[in-house]
């Protein structure tokens, strides 16, 4: 059984890839784009592609109406089962979506916004996360890679349920 990998940025997460063609909206598109751009490329490729997509205006920061924007737009996607999104894509969207719900926007956008600014940056978004050379998806299954108890502070009450989603450590090599 695979198990649920849920860091936020699903919403997490370059318009590359053969398959993004086949992507009827610009969230699936971003999600299937993501599945070689972050497994496979430089963490820094993928947490670009994240807040690009997230950051509709370009302004350099997430604000709470573009988050809300994103939300919209999973929210609409996960029920689409004949969409390019597999049912591990889905169900990792819906969970995170319902951590998103249960936590409220509002503790969500005020965890990773430390500055106050009303925005997130691309720092704060990633700020729990030590980001290098290697893909996105290695640094998650890194425990040393990941504060992942600051991560789950940022969602408030509902934090707990992030560590049960926590990724095995990798196998020592």
């Known amino acids: 059984m695979t198990s649920l990998r849920v860091p936020l940025f699903l919403f997490l997460l370059v318009f590359a890839g053969p398959d993004v ?3 009827a909206d610009p969230f699936e598109s971003f999600i299937v784009g ?12 993928c947490t670009a592609a994240v807040s690009a997509f997230l950051d509709s205006d370009r302004n350099g920061k997430v604000e709470p109406d573009e988050l809300e924007a994103a939300s919209r737009m999973a929210t609409a996607s996960i029920g689409n089962t004949d969409g390019p999104l597999n049912a591990t894509e889905r169900s990792s969207v819906a969970v995170a979506l319902m951590i998103l719900k249960s936590a409220g926007m509002p503790q969500v956008f005020a965890g990773f916004d430390s500055n106050g ?4 940056d691309k720092a704060e978004m990633f700020q729990d996360f030590r980001i290098d050379r290697r893909p996105f998806g290695t640094i998650v299954r890194d425990r040393k890679s990941v504060d992942w108890s600051a991560f789950a502070r ?4 509902v934090g707990g349920l992030i560590n049960g989603l926590v990724p095995p450590p990798s196998p020592p090599k």
Not at 154 to 157: A, L
Request: glycine content about 14%.
């Open 21 to 23: 063609a086949r992507a």
């Open 34 to 45: 993501l599945r070689s751009t972050c497994a496979r490329a430089p963490a820094t490729r």
């Open 117 to 120: 600014d009303g925005g997130i």
């Open 154 to 157: 940022r969602f408030g009450k």
